[in-house]
């Protein structure tokens, strides 16, 4: 099928359009909304910009909407973004990288509904701890662009998640019940590189800032595609 991916350059929405190609579907284009809200209810902030130097990446068309991130507000805005989208690329469906969330796959299915498109989630209901290491070996590098969660720190913002990584946080979740993909909420990930990139980004400035010892953003100043 022809589909359309939401896509928030992060681990969960990139991995999903890598799910869907290696099915046989076609992705005409990408879908990305940017927030005036930094704690919006359905949209990934941190790092949202690079969506479209990763779009360049992968060759893929890139929709952009904008919304000031209002709960519920924002769904008409995500819905207008989708109508445009679909309206200049021929699509049939949409990609989420929903794992759990019933409040933002509830009403994607919703928008979907009303606009005539089906919904594939590949990721729904998988193994978080299984999600993560099918990531690493499949050559996934992707970083943390924010942290909010007890066990995290200012280290963690900017670091490349590797083997080593995924051991703390397995040791985390034994400990505290944490959520290893971040489905909690207790991180956000920007993918740097993945078999879908002709290029990889390299982040050339970039600044932490934090609110407390365990929540903070990684914010991007300056970033590029290299050669791999």
């Not at 869907?20 to 941190?46: R, V, W």
């Not at 970083?143 to 051991?167: C, R």
């Not at 993945?194 to 365990?214: A, G, Q, R, V």
Request: net charge negative; charged share 30%.
């Amino acid at each position: 099928m022809k589909l359309a991916a939401l896509f928030t350059g992060g681990k969960d929405s990139t991995y999903a359009i890598y799910l869907a190609k290696q099915q046989g579907h076609e992705i005409t284009c990408l879908i990305t909304m940017k927030s005036e809200n930094p704690d919006s209810y359905m949209f990934h902030t941190p790092a949202i910009e690079l969506t479209e130097l990763q779009a360049e990446s992968m060759d893929i068309p890139i929709v952009i909407g904008g919304t000031e991130g209002i709960k519920e507000e924002e769904l008409k805005d995500l819905e207008k973004t989708i109508q445009k989208a679909k309206d200049n690329f021929e699509f049939e469906g949409l990609i989420t990288g929903a794992l759990f969330s019933e409040y933002q796959s509830s009403r994607i299915e919703k928008i979907a509904e009303k606009l005539g498109l089906k919904v594939f989630s590949p990721l729904w209901h998988r193994s978080q701890e299984k999600l993560m290491e099918e990531l690493l070996e499949k050559g996934f590098k992707f970083i943390l662009t924010s942290v909010a969660g007890e066990g995290m720190s200012k280290d963690w913002l900017g670091k490349i998640i590797t083997n080593s990584e995924l051991d703390k946080l397995k040791d985390l979740n034994k400990e505290t019940g944490f959520h290893i993909a971040f489905e909690g909420g207790e991180a956000e990930s920007l993918v740097l590189d993945c078999p879908l990139f002709k290029k990889k980004i390299k982040i050339i400035e970039s600044e932490k800032i934090m609110e407390n010892d365990y929540t903070g953003r990684l914010i991007v100043k300056k970033a590029k595609l290299i050669k791999k």
